[in-house]
């Protein structure tokens, strides 16, 4: 595992780069530590995936300060410009959680590097999401059962409108963190993308 700094559009922004061998919203404690982001990162190294964590400004050790999300998809796209420039010719997947999933889906949704878009428990009540249903590529949803932030019910409207291919993972009795269950949600990053 590589810690390192990136430069971001408003300073440095804190990342860990994991390379595999041979409510996670950044302004209600979300960070690259959430126990289900470090699953998923761990569960894509697992399956020869290079995974890149990072913190939106504001957060941890990156700069800056919150941006209602305008500023923290600058910084996914400086996330993103990092991979492109450390992995060349690569496929890039965005990723993300809760907020970062809102995140990810916009920026991974408009962007040509990105192959496929993972929304791990995204807030449909409190975002916008209407990026996964045209993004024109593979798109995988992980979602809680026992969400309270964004209610699984909701969640299948979402994925009703989503073009194919797709692919939900609804993880029985799991709250909007996973708490208590987040090995289960690398099992299913595994399983969901393991033959990709």
Avoid: C
């Amino acid at each position: 595992m590589e810690l390192r700094e990136i430069t971001g559009p408003s300073g440095a922004l804190e990342v860990k780069l994991e390379l595999p061998a041979g409510d996670p919203h950044p302004q209600y404690g979300g960070t690259l530590q959430t126990k289900a982001v470090y699953e998923t990162a761990r569960a894509l190294v697992r399956i020869g995936v290079a995974a890149l964590r990072f913190n939106f400004r504001g957060t941890g050790g990156s700069a800056g300060t919150f941006d209602e999300g305008q500023g923290e998809r600058d910084d996914y796209r400086a996330a993103l410009d990092y991979a492109a420039t450390r992995f060349p010719g690569l496929p890039i997947w965005a990723v993300g959680m809760s907020f970062g999933a809102w995140v990810a889906s916009a920026v991974g949704a408009a962007d040509p590097r990105v192959a496929l878009i993972v929304a791990i428990a995204p807030a449909v009540d409190h975002y916008d999401y209407g990026a996964l249903a045209s993004a024109g590529k593979p798109v995988f949803v992980v979602h809680g059962e026992e969400d309270t932030i964004a209610p699984v019910r909701q969640i299948r409207r979402l994925y009703a409108t989503m073009a194919e291919p797709k692919e939900l993972v609804v993880i029985e009795g799991a709250d909007h963190v996973f708490d208590g269950r987040t090995s289960i949600v690398g099992e299913a990053i595994e399983d969901l993308l393991g033959d990709f």
